[in-house]
């Protein structure tokens, strides 16, 4: 096993305030939460984290308050992409000096670029910056980075040392992983469907970077360790209760809006987003509040049974690390 | 465990000879091959086995075939879509007759119809036949039958004993399954997506009816019965062999043409398929034809460390269907 | 000017009777009304006759019925695309000695084909018979036929002599016309999407074949002449006045059900459709009648004025391109 | 006829010089060369003009210097759409105080939108802002506005003033045209499909904002011309040279790389864009670059014909009419 990035990094959402700003107080306060409640890293400037709709300066904030409160507890990801080139590579610079694990770059969005155009603009940051990227795949709102050409980047940019995958797209990852582990032992999987997360684990993901993480850390961070312990029913059954959370959250108002729901059920007021609602949609989203509290109470009454000692856990991950690493 | 359909069926290719004709013969001996390396069903005329390629007559008589052959051995599930629902009721009743375990019923093809239309098409089925009928969800080829009229199927109709989804949808599944297993023990979940037959299965598919299953039989066998042996480690490492495979196959020519370069690899020449092919493909098939070759007989090496003598399997699966029974 | 299919040709419904089965006479009926109506052509078996949803034999009879109907008076286009090559075969040629004009082929469905199985499934049956033949785009339902195809077989093909296209997309007819009138100027272009009528005729369209003028066959007629005679504005107050019952229709059930309740409206009751309907779709249509009844009433009441004199419309025509050039 | 925003607006690329910063002289000319050629406007910011890949600073400047050097001969539409609403607002304010006719504002992108959201997204900008709104929409890259969220902003919003569609799709274009012009006479229909503007223009548009007119403004002016004049065949004629320009255009490297082109074929070196180049797309941009030299001047040839007397063109209309009738 390398130092790659694994486990559960939570996208988190960004707190506003009721003027519509950063507030930075809550999100330090919501850092602190998470890192407490088990998350294996952050992940700033995330799709959760609504990044488009912040200004440049407002994403350079958001990730220094997030490095300089997690405090080197738990690794941050910082989402670096920026309207060109050269703004993104700036902010990769940045991010890299304020201490980051990696940055993460999602592919141009607005145009839909062709897979020669999405390989040369990663290519061109990958050459440029001094931080770790890891490549962001989102088709369903950005330009897709086809497997194809995560494997060409792989094999030419060490500075490329993951792909971070919302397709959902379960054969996918197994052809990266097949192409790629071979050669870049360093190189991390990470999968943002939260839907499948138990199955991508499966098949040789090396973690998540999961919206649902910033709502139900425990249950996430359960799901993880009972794979990594090879402990499969268990982690179907956890994966089996958050799927219908998932849905519930994904399908209220407009994305993240569902989440920001559930942070409130765990008693996180992190305001209302950054997207206007229509008072259709936010009569919606206060009739559905008590539903994601019940789904949430449920997953929170599983946390005790979840709660191996540290030393038992030790020793189950180290065997089922050697087999799954023959797999 | 009720009397679910269970394992790999496989969807069988139709033979043809030089002149285009249904090859019996050829389909005789194909069956038993089959049966011989371990299948525990047959799926004539299924989406590889052109069944919207063939007559009417020729169907029946494929079906007839089959189930003669079987003659028995293993249960056989009859694709029994016609041109609409009064032909489709008498093939579900022929097929009845002939003593196939169930018949599988694609959605309306062509048009696209609402979710209302094909509840409508299926409730209007079910309530004639006197046979078990399983659904057909293939939405690249066909009406989606999305989660929600399943469920309403299921509640409604006991004819309606499983559902056949070509999706490859993980998360559909388990929507599926958490909301029929309760109320329906005796309700089958199976997938007809190879490349994720594993991760299914893990996610509580009964099985699948699988077009690589007609060409490595033995090798989707392996999978199934490891992941019922709790194995996931060894039914990944095999999930990864397939892998390849199936995609060499799915891209080569029209589906399933590459699927019958994959019998070729095995010795069974069963006819060009009933799609004309441009010279170009022709050359592309040719071609490809030693690569896949070469695909089949690395997983042909395989065999022999799968083969567990039957009562240490036996054991084996007792005790993991209990443990993934309560997941 | 060759003699080239033009003008408006009825993609008809078929008549079904109570116990479902093809109403000849309900059809000879219809064919004789649609014609008295001005059609320029027939179309049997074609989406909006259910083609699939009837057997061999039945459409054969369809076929059959219609032409000896017509008797001559206005050209026939018959659907034949059957379950394979051969049989599409068989069906062109049965077709071709009973008199039609030339069939029509729809690209294979249920299998998405390449552009090069496309292109070999229209070369084989080109090759072999003995009838003209048109090539049906309609990429919602079946194979697309894309440009490149299209014009390939326009140029090795004699008998194929024209496209029938539903894909509404405007552009690619341009490109068609630009690349294939030049070879070929006994090449046909029709259209079959009617809410682009006049747009695709201006563009250079020979015609169409429209659901819509099998309910309002007058309008339809007055379309197309309005085109020919270059009176653009006119022809564009009747697109405006076929779209909201275009769009009535259209999304009204399962296609083509809301035209049969188009033709209801017209006192032509032809009967229920091939595909089972919900009870809440069932409801739906009841309630839609009145809708549609009123709609069509509005273009029925326009026929008078379609009817005017010559010079009427010229000052009409030289007034509304004024006011148009304004606009 | 009200003051609508009429005639070809062009969408004009952004001049970026070696350092790829925004190259203000070559901007300047660049509008006076496009106001020469008869552009009825200018629309910076744009898709066409790289908006996303500029910073909120730049996207100020670029709209400041257009409207110095326009200096009031033609309106200004500018592209206003920042981070988020609060932003856009600001920049639609400052872009009014500026004196633009009006802004242009697409949906939100990146994350799909419902339709309630992007109605409360235009409704809170539209609510707040002192100028006068253009909704653009453009499902290609950003959450769709459909008809009906048009529809409804039209009839709420006097500051919504028009839609700028770049869909193509037709029958769409219709049916907005059809519901808001009889109560909103000051609400413009304008098109961003090159490839289909004499046929949106007959259907009742009243302008395009066509990013070939950056290449070949005389043509497109030829064309609204055409089209005002009631001179359908001449606009075909010309619609048709039009398309295998876009077609090149369009096709080449990653989009607006090909109308960069095109600028360099009229004289305009308005440097690399703002996205990377693979090396093979380079390759792609210079062996294309004579083809569309090549179209670009066979465009520039027909410019004598398209200032012939008015006699002459009414004597070739009436033939080419009767060409078109008869067809």
Chains 1, 2, 3, 4 share one sequence.
Not at 137 to 149: C, W
Not at 263 to 277: D, E, F, I, K, T
């Amino acid at each position: 096993m390398s130092d790659r990035i694994s486990g559960i990094l939570t996208p988190n959402i960004t707190p506003v305030d009721a003027a519509g700003r950063v507030d930075e107080e809550r999100l330090r306060g919501y850092v602190d939460w998470l890192i407490d409640r088990g998350v294996d890293g952050l992940y700033p400037n995330g799709s959760t984290g609504e990044f488009v709709r912040f200004t440049a300066e407002e994403r350079r904030r958001i990730v220094e308050v997030v490095v300089q409160q997690a405090d080197g507890r738990v690794p941050i990801l910082a989402g670096a992409a920026e309207a060109n080139v050269k703004e993104t590579i700036d902010a990769c610079e940045t991010y890299g000096a304020m201490g980051v694990r990696a940055v993460a770059i999602v592919a141009p969005f607005y145009y839909r670029l062709s897979a020669e155009g999405v390989y040369a603009y990663f290519r061109e940051i990958a050459d440029a910056v001094s931080v770790d990227v890891t490549l962001y795949n989102i088709p369903l709102f950005a330009s897709p980075i086809d497997v194809g050409t995560v494997i060409r980047l792989a094999s030419e940019c060490p500075r490329v040392v993951g792909i971070k995958d919302s397709s959902g797209d379960l054969p996918n990852m197994m052809r990266m992983i097949a192409a790629i582990r071979p050669m870049r032992d360093d190189f991390t999987f990470l999968t943002g469907w939260d839907a499948a997360l138990v199955p991508m684990l499966i098949v040789g993901a090396d973690g998540g970077t999961n919206a649902t993480s910033g709502v139900v850390p425990e249950l996430t961070r359960a799901i993880h360790r009972s794979v990594v312990a090879g402990n499969i029913p268990e982690a179907m059954r956890l994966q089996y209760q958050l799927l219908p959370l998932f849905d519930a959250m994904i399908s209220l108002g407009e994305f993240p809006e569902g989440f920001r729901a559930g942070a409130r059920s765990r008693g996180w007021n992190l305001g209302p987003g950054r997207v206007p609602l229509s008072e259709s949609q936010r009569d919606a989203v206060s009739r559905t509040q008590r539903e994601i509290d019940a789904l949430v109470a449920e997953v929170a009454d599983l946390d005790e049974s979840l709660v191996l000692p540290p030393e038992t856990i030790e020793k189950i991950v180290q065997r089922v690390m050697r087999q799954l690493g023959s797999a």
